[in-house]
């Protein structure tokens, strides 16, 4: 990773560290979001459900997530470690809970109370490396979304081979324990350590806070990410890619595994060469290629059908493009509310993109079962172009100072 900012000689290490445990920490809550998507089908068959009964489900679930993360700034007083261990060792429960459901209703249950604990990460973990690495945001933010796809990369053939041997219940109750064991971790080692000068006084303003949300970039960015939510990464393809490749292709599931790690490894290298880029050539143009392609791919992966090797490429671009929104995006918002409370400010950005753009997880699940799977595709790349046009209608923010 490129140097961080220092400010004495202990800095270097302990900034490491801290980027180090959040991206560990988020890595840990996709290693929930990851093998949930795997059970989806087997579910949905076991319990005689249905996608629009799916969608609906997670469409809640994400609705009351994203909100729920709009309530950061209560709680931006109470250190990372302990929100952060709270989180985990809670989404560990609640594997437990869904791999035990006796039906369809408790199994919405487990994943609701998921989505419960789930949602500090976000903002608490984006406020943290936002204000202690404000020169390199789109550096630091793409490695906390990469951490968190490298536990979904650590997901899909591991868990299609338990599924495959032992079912999907033992799938959700194996992969409690290591998130368990990493929120037990985070306890013993994570601390925050003083701000530097420049960004001690970020005063916990209610005026600012609300000055700079209601600017007219401010707002169309978080409209931009609310309409994206219709391709995002973390959110559609994770839950209905399994699922297209299952129910809508038919393949075997070690084969869906392989395919959905192939994405997962574009999720990899997408936001890390993302905000590398967006750092150095501007932060909006990167985010405009990155919507316009990323609608291309995901017609492309739409359209292939069931021929592997094109699946196997355009699925890697699908993740390289869909992954990479999300951190851009959260670096145009950073620069646009710099000044307010990080924490509260992240909260609003991800109660609104991530809450509301939830809705998009029901209304694609209602689209597969009345227009199957290729039209969803077209609709969720109609989805990347309208968001380009509401960051066109941002206008351009101050270019990022040079990075050395």
Known sequence: MAALPSHDRGAPARGRELVGLITFSHALQHLYTAVLPLTYPLAVAEFHA???ALGVLLGVVGVVGGLLQGMAGVYQRITARLVLTVQQLGLAATLV????????LTFGAGRFLGAIVSSPQHPVGNAVLSRHFPERRGTVLSWHTTGGNIGTLAVPLIASVVIARYGWRAALLGFAVPIALGGLLLALRLREPALPEHGR?????GARLREVILRRSTLAIMLAGTVAAGGRGLGVITAYVPAYLRSGLGLPQ?????????VMAGSIVGPILAGHLADRLGRRRVVLVTYLLGALILLAFGAVGRVLPLLLVT??????LAYAESPLLQALFADAVQGA?????FGIFFAVSYGAGSIWVTVLGVAIDHLGFGPTFALMAASFVAAAGMVILAGRGARPRPVH
Do not use: I
Not at 201 to 205: F, G, K, Q, R, Y
């Open 50 to 52: 249905s996608y629009t």
């Open 97 to 104: 809970v869904t791999g035990l459901a006796p039906g369809f």
């Open 201 to 205: 006084h970020a005063h916990l303003s």
């Open 254 to 262: 070690v084969t869906v595994g392989l395919v959905f790690t192939v």
């Open 315 to 320: 699925g890697a671009l699908v993740g390289v």
């Open 341 to 345: 409370p990080q924490q509260a400010a």
